[in-house]
């Protein structure tokens, strides 16, 4: 069951359970319609809940070593994520953990965008994490990206904004994985995304969305980055899908990434 699914599914819940309470309370003389929706709106709201439920509690076919990384990830339509900061070489680097929940080849484009400090319309003076990565079916990949940090900013608290883009170029295929992570927006440039909610303003629909975002405190203990230092993507854990799903732990070798 797709993101997109659940949430029409559980605001399809939570209206059906709304309705039932007041068809079963707020009317006192009611007619056939009335009963009727007695009857059919709790049993909507059941099946939806059950349905929810079953989907909830389904066993895992595959480890998720993407939560040996970090506890709580980020996910846009099948495309699981995070960043995590770390020093490497005396310098910051910015790792981007990409784990795809189906069985075909998807891409993703990750944006860790710096968010601005109170009642301030500039962003915080961070670089962008702005990623597009490729991950196989059912695996986890990680793009290391050497990441600038100036001087007054090391070891400062900083808010990201996070948003993705996914693309799966043959279908998705198969689900392989069910464990979710939290939903995130799509990575569209910001005058389309204000000329989006104005089209829905003049229609009579207010748009009112706030981005999934992280707080993150960048290392203290860091020098600049050197000249000529490559990012380099590696795939760390693959299923072996034509043999039933076992597991290869093996990692491919990393490979430098032109930028």
């Known amino acids: 069951m797709g993101q997109s699914v659940k949430a029409i599914l559980q605001l399809i819940l939570l209206g059906t359970a709304i309705a039932a309470l007041c068809v ?11 009963w009727a929706a007695r ?26 070593p993407l939560a040996k990384v970090s506890n709580g990830y980020f996910e846009r339509n099948g495309i ?8 490497n070489g005396g310098f910051c680097w910015a790792s981007v953990y990409v784990q795809n929940r189906y069985a075909r080849l998807g891409t993703v484009r990750v944006l860790f965008r710096p968010g601005a400090k109170s009642f301030a319309l500039r962003r915080l003076p961070v670089p962008a994490v702005d990623e597009e990565i490729s991950c196989p079916g059912g695996a986890l990949v990680v793009r290391r990206i050497p990441y600038p940090i100036e001087e007054k900013m090391r070891g400062q608290k900083v808010w990201f904004d996070v948003l993705a883009t996914t693309k799966y170029p043959g279908g998705r295929g198969k689900l392989l994985r069910y464990r979710e992570g939290l939903r995130v927006e ?6 389309t995304r204000l000329g989006c909610s104005a ?3 003049l ?11 992280c707080t993150v405190t960048l ?5 600049e980055v050197p000249p000529g230092v490559a990012a380099q993507e590696e795939v ?22 032109d930028k």
């Open 186 to 191: 799509g990575a569209i440039a910001d005058k």
């Open 24 to 34: 079963w309370t707020a009317v006192d003389k009611p007619d056939t319609a009335v």
């Open 39 to 64: 009857v059919i709106c709790p049993v909507v709201a059941i099946v939806i809940a059950g349905l929810l439920f079953r989907v909830s509690r389904r066993k895992e076919t595959l480890p998720d």
């Open 199 to 201: 089209a829905l303003l």
């Open 219 to 223: 290392p203290a203990d860091v020098g």
């Open 80 to 87: 699981c994520f995070t960043t995590i900061f770390s020093v």
């Open 236 to 257: 760390l854990w693959e299923p072996d899908l034509p043999t039933g799903g076992f597991p290869v732990m093996a990692a491919t070798p990393a490979k430098e990434m």
């Open 203 to 213: 229609m009579g629909v207010l748009r009112r969305s706030t981005p999934a975002s």
